[in-house]
């Protein structure tokens, strides 16, 4: 099993969803990318995934290019840019889905009021991609190793 999570920048929300993902089942191979990756990770992202448990300091953004001509069984789009330009996969993609969540990097304020939407932002991945899990992968495929 393999899924490709996109975004634009491959700094917040596809990265958190890449490390919920991958906390959730170590048999599925997970990987995240942008359309126009930012240069780092979003330090309050890495500090949201922190809260819960979850590093992410080890992530770098990567180019959805890298990953065109590959085969995925699901390419999911978490945000409404990516989903309006989602690049032509060259190779097998066996199912697209869009769960769209807002862009915590857009908040505005002081650090902590910037942290409750990325709170509030990761929350929301964590729910949308354990359900996922949970009606996608572990119930479809009866994967074994996922807890």
């Not at 304020?109 to 354990?130: C, L, N, P, S, Y």
């Amino acid at each position: 099993m393999r899924i490709l999570i996109l975004c634009t920048g491959n700094s917040c929300r596809s990265q958190m969803a890449e490390g919920f993902l991958k906390s959730l089942d170590t048999c599925t191979e997970v990987f995240s990318a942008g359309t126009k990756p930012s240069g780092e990770v979003h330090p309050l992202a890495i500090k949201a995934m922190g809260e819960v448990g979850i590093d992410i300091t080890q992530n770098k953004p990567k180019s959805v290019d890298e990953f065109l001509g590959q085969d995925f069984d699901y390419v999911i789009t978490v945000c409404g840019g990516a989903n309006e330009s989602c690049p032509a996969f060259i190779g097998n993609v066996k199912q697209r889905w869009h769960i769209g969540f807002d862009d915590p990097a857009e908040a505005t304020g002081t650090e902590e009021e910037k942290m409750v939407m990325f709170r509030r932002v990761r929350d929301e991945i964590r729910e949308a991609f354990k359900s996922f899990h949970k009606s996608q992968i572990k119930g479809e495929h009866g994967c074994s190793c996922c807890g």
